[in-house]
């Protein structure tokens, strides 16, 4: 019998949080790796890059009021239950993606999973509020922004090495159908969430367990030790005091606005401006987030080295973010594969260090374990 149960079943909660998020992503990132094919003339949907733009921003603004909606809810309603019904509607808004056709249902759809896929990061939080002590709260929060990094970048892996298999094989050509990419993907997150709803426990206190302290400086004081359902008003009063969520707010609306972005853009502008071909340039975008997912786990870590002091990572990283970005926007890399690759990863690596910490560690240790799914939602909806 194990000398520490309470380790195991951290590890096992981690395991789960950290694959179950992955299976998000492998249901959000599919539109990105399928936009090419829906751009195909032979496809015959007419679909214009103008009108996928406005498939995946209507997306986002529901995504952002769901964060708002669902923030509160996870913390009302508990972090299992929420995790587990936003993969459940998420598998089937991408079903019903695959079985439409037109501009309007895929507008409507595509809304509606992004509304859903709003629950996952807030339910993820305040999971780990629960079961973590304050000491990891950095490092645990880093490798579970691991789940939505590397998930991106495994998903884009996973469904672009299916595109390429049907690109180099007649036999195979369905696999590089679009509507074969969503079918995937929902078949993929169901495998997930079933192992999920087995292993995933709310809290300690459901094993017969303790539950570790919040920080101490959470917004709440000593209530933000508990996780009982409160009013959105008694939620909402001292955050809205706090000046140092205002500033994670401002910070959160600059960084999204980035990464969006590059999240949605950039298969296709490896394959219109770097030239690789569609399946390459799925695999090739999936760079972007494994290279951020190296820099917010050391990020993470280093911060719990530094005892919590945020700023003195999040400064600096800002500074060559900017830096970055401003030599994408004036290097030519026009048929330079390497030279766009290189320069994606500069941004990606100091993007998602400030930009893990925000709605991660930084919403549970202001929030606790009363209102972290709040603080998260309220910050991601910025």
């Not at 496809?43 to 498939?55: A, E, F, H, R, S």
């Not at 309603?77 to 995790?83: I, S, T, V």
């Not at 500033?247 to 606005?257: A, D, G, Q």
């Not at 060559?320 to 030599?327: F, G, H, I, M």
């Amino acid at each position: 019998m194990s000398k520490n149960p309470n380790r195991n079943w951290q590890l096992m909660t981690l395991t789960s949080l950290f694959l179950g998020y992955v299976g998000y992503y492998i249901c959000r990132s599919n539109l990105a790796v399928a936009t090419p094919l829906l751009l195909d003339e032979e496809t015959g949907l007419g679909i214009t890059k103008i009108q996928i733009g406005t498939v995946a921003s209507v997306g986002v603004m529901l995504y952002a009021f769901g964060k708002i909606i669902n923030g509160y809810l996870a913390d009302f309603l508990g972090g299992r239950q929420m995790f587990l019904t936003g993969m459940l509607c998420s598998i089937l808004f991408s079903v019903f993606f695959g079985l439409a056709g037109g501009l309007t249902l895929f507008i409507v759809i595509w809304a509606g999973n992004r509304f859903v896929q709003s629950m996952g990061w807030v339910a993820l939080v305040k999971t780990a509020s629960r079961w973590f002590p304050v000491q990891w709260h950095a490092t645990v929060m880093a490798i579970l922004s691991l789940s939505f990094l590397f998930g991106d970048a495994f998903a884009r892996v996973y469904l672009g090495s299916l595109i390429m298999l049907g690109e180099k094989y007649s036999s195979l050509s369905f696999m590089a159908n679009w509507r074969t990419v969503f079918f995937v993907a929902a078949g993929t997150l169901t495998a997930i969430a079933v192992f999920v709803y087995f292993t995933l426990k709310s809290s300690p206190i459901d094993v017969g367990l303790e539950e570790p302290e919040a920080n101490p400086l959470n917004v709440f004081g000593a209530e933000g030790n508990h996780a009982q359902r409160i009013s959105i008003k008694e939620v909402l009063k001292p955050l809205v005091a706090s000046p140092l969520f205002w500033l994670i707010c401002v910070m959160n609306f600059s960084l999204t606005l980035v990464r969006e972005t590059f999240n949605f853009w950039t298969p296709t502008f490896l394959n219109e401006v770097a030239q690789f071909d569609i399946g390459s340039a799925a695999v090739g975008s999936m760079l972007f987030p494994l290279v951020g997912g190296c820099s917010a786990l050391l990020a993470g870590i280093l911060s719990d080295r530094l005892r919590g002091r945020h700023g003195r990572v999040v400064l600096p990283s800002l500074i060559l973010l900017v830096l970055s970005l401003a030599l994408l926007s004036t290097v030519d890399v026009t048929g330079k594969p390497y030279l766009a690759l290189t320069l994606l990863s500069l941004v990606a690596f100091f993007l998602m260090a400030p930009y893990s910490f925000l709605s991660g560690v930084m919403a549970i240790d202001l929030g606790g374990k009363r209102g972290c799914s709040t603080v998260a939602g309220l910050v991601d909806s910025a």
